[in-house]
């Protein structure tokens, strides 16, 4: 699949990356796959083996109480998590 290229005044450009960066959003993006995923919800989770451990603990205890509450998720986050 070839990656699409966005211009920012194309109607599949993200709102979201208007509103949020203004001026400063990207004026082109590349992309691949479905862009209707742009337009969900979403939620990063962001941690580093460089971190404190208390950090990455807490951040994986966010993650399990964010998978108990989103039932639209058919995949456990244990199962998600690098072994």
């Excluded at 920012?8 to 203004?22: L, N, Q, V």
């Excluded at 603990?57 to 998978?67: K, P």
Aim: glycine share 4%; net charge positive; proline share 8%.
């Amino acid at each position: 699949m070839p990656p699409i290229a966005l211009d920012s005044a194309d109607a599949c450009y993200p709102a979201k990356c208007r509103e949020r960066m203004g001026g400063d959003a990207p004026a082109r993006l590349s992309a691949l796959g479905n862009l209707d995923l742009l337009a969900l919800p979403k939620t990063a989770i962001f941690c580093s083996a460089r971190c404190p451990g208390h950090v990455i603990l807490t951040a994986y205890d966010q993650a399990e109480r964010l998978t108990q509450r989103l039932t639209k998720w058919s995949v456990p986050f244990s199962t998600l998590r690098k072994a």
